[in-house]
């Protein structure tokens, strides 16, 4: 059974409340660098996986993209996608990552926001995505770095006063399930190391053409002071690949 937590009314519940669900990609940290890394879109077929809430889809069709398919295995994801969605260029299919069957070449770009770290094997993902994509397609997508999901606990040490003293990793190479917390309790994560992202990707095929660990913009450290203390250790992970 794959895992749909997004499903489960109070993490869902939860989720709605945190800053990227209500502000759109302008509350997500990383989106200025991921955005960067994106390629024309203008009249050309998108796949995005793991679309959640269709932020991603209506950049895309903000960009003037030929036909947007957004992959999300969450019913309740997809009703609020579909609700804020007008677009008929966009189309929503319920269906696992994990589970996608498209044509051979049948899109120009692939696109994931932090979906792959609840999915076991990214070795399939990457295999799947090449056979979609054209010739010279490409594939952006942002994971948690492999610094913040060695540990199932994924947080800081702290003093006996509250401060956060640093990030401690544990358990780098040793790949596969961690039991976390995010915003509700029995949360499945695969933790994998930052060389298998990347051998993964290389062994499908694809050349990787980027690889970044994103800071906060300048904007965002100005307006959330805790901000800052992601400059003290990498919490996403964001990789543009090409076939």
Not at 10 to 36: C, D, Q, T
Not at 198 to 205: H, P, S, Y
Request: charge should be negative.
């Amino acid at each position: 059974m794959k895992q749909n937590k997004y499903d489960d009314e109070n993490f869902f519940s939860a989720y709605e409340k945190m800053p990227r669900s209500i502000k759109g990609l302008e509350g997500a940290g990383e989106w200025h660098v991921l955005k960067a890394l994106l390629p024309e879109l203008r009249d050309k077929s998108i796949l995005d996986l793991g679309c959640g809430f269709g932020w991603h889809c209506r950049y895309a069709s903000d960009q003037q993209a030929a036909s947007i398919i957004g992959i999300d295995i969450s019913e309740k994801m997809l009703q609020k996608a579909r609700e804020m969605t007008e677009d008929p260029s966009i189309t929503y299919i319920k269906k696992a990552i994990e589970d996608i069957n498209f044509s051979e070449a049948q899109f120009d770009v692939a696109i994931s926001s932090l979906a792959f770290h609840y999915i076991k094997s990214f070795e399939v993902i990457c295999k799947k995505v090449y056979e979609c994509l054209k010739p010279g397609g490409s594939f952006v997508f942002s994971v948690e770095h492999p610094i913040f999901t060695s540990r199932g606990e994924q947080d800081w040490y702290y003093d006996s006063q509250g401060n956060r003293l640093h990030w401690p990793v544990d358990n780098y190479q040793s790949e596969g399930i961690r039991e976390t917390t995010f915003l509700t309790e029995n949360v499945i994560k695969y933790h994998r190391t930052f060389s298998t992202y990347l051998n993964d990707l290389l062994a499908a095929g694809f050349t990787i053409k980027a690889v970044k660990e994103p800071e906060p913009s300048e904007a965002m450290l100005q307006s959330i002071p805790e901000m800052k203390d992601e400059l003290r250790r990498p919490m996403f992970l964001i990789i543009s690949a090409e076939k």
